[in-house]
């Protein structure tokens, strides 16, 4: 899988860019705050629908401009696509495949596939939980693109639930009694917990196993960056408890979620929020017995953020297919898969190195550099080309004021 043509109108600082790619390294060389990163966020948005670096669409339009638009051609095997997403900050964003068909923008992941390196990824290790739970929840997306759905409906009835609850707090505060506006936010409760809990069980799943697949291989890549510097090892944390590791079935997971919701039910009034489920658990990197947040230095922070994101890049790799459940029949038709829910072969995904050799020893260069030099399309950024280590021989760009120009 690789990129053979990026298309950018009023997206970050580009009123327009059309730049050329090919299989193998291409490096984008220039001074900081020129546009480099600009680009390969660009493509890591086609795959994602998300920036690395903000939260939000509207920082990526450009000032001025009332859209950005974002196309990508994209190769895997003898299957050529061109995905086409339009951002329209306060309004919905639009996506076409190949052109002809309009689809919801979520229906395009899957079509590419990226694993991002970038200095932001140090907060992996030294970040707050909310960075752990989107490295996971994002790379569960990338294995298996129907996943989108599920945390979309996951965001929505907590977005839901929460309102209830500070209805219910707000009525309970100023000795609101009954028809006073709580009792029938309470009332509805029950479903919303339903609803909850089977949307969370799903995402717990999906996390418990991606855990288990993730550990030997992050243990290996740790091993390849810091020689002798582990053993490394992961903990989930659950809002549920301790029993959650127990729960085996969707089933069993959905059961636990809803028992806890109930006895957590008095301290969520009170309190006006949702205090249990997935969007309060948490990723323990260990260092030895140690949590690795508070107590491994930078190298090693680094080093372990750099293997979490090579075991992600071996682990999409080694996907023989994903079925693309979210899909409409008109979706998957356009995208080449056949019938909504057919399963393909899933193509090895683009590695993006966003100005990481700048911040690694040279030790850990060499090493990263040779790790990734195999790969099939390998993008990276650098303020100077003697950043780029050697091994990545390919294409260079010069990027300077907006303009894009191979070397």
Same mark, same amino acid.
């Given at each position: ?8 109108? %009023? ?20 001074? !900081?705050?020129?546009?480099?990163? !600009? ?48 951002? !329209? ?103 919303? %917990? ?43 944390? +659950? ?42 658990? %948490? ?19 680094? +080093? ?50 966003? %100005? ?52």
């Amino acid at each position: 899988m690789h990129v053979t043509h990026l298309s950018l109108a %009023d997206f970050r600082s580009y009123a327009r860019a059309e730049v050329a790619l090919g299989p193998g390294v291409t490096a984008f060389v220039g001074p !900081n705050g020129q546009g480099k990163t !600009n680009l390969v966020e660009a493509v890591g948005y086609v795959a994602t629908l998300g920036s690395h670096r903000v939260s939000a669409d509207a920082p990526l339009v450009r000032m001025g401009a009332d859209r950005a638009v974002v196309r990508a051609a994209i190769v895997e095997g003898d299957r050529q696509q061109l995905v086409e997403l339009e951002l !329209n900050p306060g309004k919905a964003n639009r996506a076409r495949i190949n052109r002809s068909s309009q689809v919801r923008p979520r229906d395009v992941l899957g079509i590419l596939r990226t694993v991002l390196f970038a200095p932001e990824d140090l907060a992996l290790v030294k970040g707050d939980p909310g960075e752990r739970r989107r490295f996971l929840d994002e790379l569960i997306t990338a294995r298996s693109p129907r996943m989108a759905g599920v945390r979309a409906d996951y965001e929505r009835v907590l977005k839901q639930r929460n309102t209830l609850l500070k209805t219910a707090a707000l009525a309970r505060r100023h000795g609101g009694g009954r028809g006073s506006g709580g009792d029938g936010a309470l009332s509805t409760l029950d479903v919303w %917990d339903q609803h909850l809990a089977r949307a969370g069980a799903e995402l717990l799943a999906q996390r418990l196993d991606l855990i288990a697949a993730l550990q030997p291989l992050t243990d290996k890549a740790y091993e390849q960056l810091a020689p002798g510097g582990g053993p490394i090892g992961f903990d989930y944390r +659950s809002s549920v408890g301790d029993g959650l590791a127990a729960a085996g079935t969707r089933e069993e997971l959905y059961e636990q979620l809803s028992a806890a919701l109930t006895a957590a039910r008095k301290q969520e009034i009170e309190r006006g929020v949702t205090l249990v489920g997935p969007h309060r658990d %948490d990723l323990i990197l260990r260092l030895g017995e140690l949590p690795a947040k508070g107590y491994a230095s930078h190298g090693e922070s680094w +080093s372990y953020a750099l293997a979490l994101r090579l075991a992600s890049y071996d682990l999409l790799r080694a996907d023989i297919s994903w079925a693309p459940g979210g899909l409409s029949a008109e979706a998957a038709e356009a995208a080449g898969g056949g019938e909504a829910g057919a399963v393909r072969r899933a193509g090895e995904p683009v590695l993006v190195l966003d %100005d990481v050799f700048a911040e690694l020893d040279e030790r850990r260069r060499e090493r990263l550099a040779e790790l990734v030099a195999p790969g099939e399309q390998v993008l990276v950024t650098a303020a100077v080309e003697d950043d780029v280590p050697g091994v990545l021989a390919g294409a260079r760009y010069a990027v300077s004021e907006g303009e894009v120009r191979p070397l």
